[in-house]
Structures are given as C-alpha cells and as structure tokens.
C-alpha cells in the first residue's frame, strides 16, 4: 500500500513563501506522477499541478504564476513552492500520487496523503 506523508506546512504571513514536501514509501514500483490538490473551508477540493516521472508539468491557470512543483524522483518526494502567499491560499494542501497514470485536474491519482495545513494571515 502506497503511503504518502505531507510536511512543511504551517503560518505564513501575506507575501511569504512556503515549501511543502511529500514522499512516498510502500510502492512495488516507481510512483509515475505526483501533485498537489488543496482544500478550503467552505470550497470544493481544488486541483493545483502535478508532475510525472518524465518531468512533464501541468498547473490550474489560478496557481501557475505563484506556485512550482518538482520532483526528486529517485526518493519519490515531490515539492510545491508557493510564493507571494495570500490569505485565499489557506487550505489543507494533499499529496496526491498515481503509479500508472498521468494526474489531471479530471484524474486524481489513486493515492492520497494526510494533508497539511497552511494558513496565511497577519
């Protein structure tokens, strides 16, 4: 069973930058996409980006200035960046992996991590 472990969350101030990390362990093999997805109170689950074992990267419009995923493919972690933090970036950020497919704002992987929280304010 393929685990997924989310750190890095926590406080940030408004214009702040944070890094989230997420590595994952129990795999029979190589874990071929990774991303990212949040969670806002009173909001639908929101996709964010993804990134596969080839490199290859995609992002939602609303978060593809600010934010940038990569990847450490041979520990299976994968990273977001997130700059110039605004309060409306509060949310529970999820790890979100697949070991086949391609991970979409249409397709989530099958895996998820627990989450973390972030939260912006002054």
């Known amino acids: 069973q393929v685990q997924l472990v989310e750190s890095g969350g926590g406080w940030v101030q408004p214009g702040g930058s944070l890094t989230l990390s997420c590595t994952a362990s129990?795999?029979?093999?190589?874990?071929?996409?990774m991303g990212w997805y949040r969670h806002a109170p009173g909001n639908q689950r929101e996709w964010l980006c993804s990134?596969?074992?080839?490199?290859?990267?995609r992002y939602a419009d609303s978060v593809k200035v600010r934010f940038t995923i990569n990847r450490d493919s041979a520990e299976n972690t994968v990273y977001l960046q997130i700059n110039s933090l605004e309060p409306e970036d509060t949310a529970v950020y999820y790890c979100?992996?697949?070991?086949?497919?391609?991970?979409?704002?249409?397709?989530?992987?099958?895996?998820w991590g627990q989450g973390t929280q972030v939260t912006v304010s002054s």
């Open positions: 979100n992996a697949d070991d086949i497919f391609d991970i979409t704002i249409e397709t989530p992987g099958d895996y």
């Open positions: 990134i596969n074992s080839a490199g290859k990267t």
């Open positions: 129990g795999s029979k093999r190589s874990i071929y996409a």
